[in-house]
């Protein structure tokens, strides 16, 4: 028989079963809450337990990725799962981090494509135009500076953001100008707003708030960018500031009632809001995100083919 403890050295729980009893287990997996002589089902649980259980009386090998909740943690992770026959081990990977990190890749990589596109075509434009020789030079110098900054704000955005998504970012929160904040947030989606003929109608009755400005200009520039993209032409988008909230309304596309919930999930987009606009269906998840981090509460009200209206409550 081998000797148990050098399992003690390694990174993944390691538990040796007799049957469906926790017989060993090394130390890792007290993290998990895993105690020795109970079974497997008084540790953990996650969907098809089933499947490994017959593979452990079948006398088979079983490898599957999986959430696992585990009960005396109450948390739930992303596990690769792998019970040995031969041995009678049971090794499970936490790759919660890793799947976070490749997530946080994969969103990263969305949005720099989604939002570096304009301002890259707004300066090759001005950059065709200087060489035909048929543009004002001043004139396109001064539409790619503004390009070139609005890359570089981006940039730093989208660092920030990533941050955030790994839990690396902590927000400073400052006394803050809302309008100083929604009119740079209104300057980046000048272009869109033009393109629709979007009026945009502002009631600042609170003009300062106690937070972070970054965040503040990320949950603005992504309801803002919302409501343009699904608005119809020639329509008002309204944003208000009052008691700490922030609330922006549109007259678009609206959302249907069974679809409200899933609108803050990544890359979730409703058929009509496909038909609509493009998109990349992470500005609503990306809200939810700041507003968990900082205790925000966030509330979309709709009706379909009427409207949307979304409340972003400070107040913690």
């Known amino acids: 028989m081998f000797n148990f403890d050098v399992f003690d050295l390694f990174d993944e729980v390691v538990i040796l079963l007799e049957g469906v009893k926790i017989k060993e287990k090394n130390k890792i997996a007290e993290k998990y809450g895993i105690s020795e002589n109970v079974d497997i089902f008084s540790a ?186 699904y608005s119809h032409k020639m329509s008002t988008v309204k944003i208000k500031t009052f008691e700490n909230k922030i609330i922006v309304e549109d007259n678009g596309i609206g959302i249907k009632k069974e679809e409200l919930e899933k609108v803050t999930e990544r890359f979730y987009r409703t058929k009509d809001a496909i038909k609509m606009a493009q998109g990349s269906g992470l500005g609503l998840s990306v809200v939810k995100h700041i507003c968990s981090i900082c205790g925000y509460k966030l509330n979309i009200e709709s009706d379909y083919m009427i409207g949307t209206k979304v409340i972003v409550d400070l107040n913690t």
């Open 44 to 229: 953990f649980t996650f969907d098809n337990i089933d499947k490994l259980v017959e593979h452990i009386f079948d006398g088979k090998d079983l490898r599957v990725q999986t959430r696992v909740y585990f009960f005396q943690i109450s948390k739930s992770r992303d596990v690769d799962l792998l019970y040995n026959n031969s041995s009678k081990l049971l090794i499970i990977k936490d790759i919660t981090d890793v799947k976070k990190l490749k997530e946080a890749k994969i969103n990263f990589t969305t949005a720099v494509s989604h939002e570096l596109f304009n301002p890259l075509s707004v300066i090759k434009a001005n950059v065709y135009l200087l060489l035909d020789g048929k543009e004002n030079m001043e004139f396109a110098l001064e539409e790619i500076e503004k390009s070139t900054e609005r890359i570089e704000r981006i940039i730093k955005q989208l660092k920030t953001l990533s941050m955030l998504e790994l839990g690396l970012y902590t927000p400073r929160y400052n006394e803050i100008d809302i309008e100083k904040v929604l009119k740079e947030v209104i300057d980046e989606l000048n272009l869109k707003i033009k393109e629709k003929m979007i009026s945009i109608e502002k009631q600042i009755i609170q003009k300062y708030f106690k937070a972070d400005s970054f965040l503040i200009f990320t949950i603005l520039k992504n309801l803002v960018s919302n409501a343009v993209k």
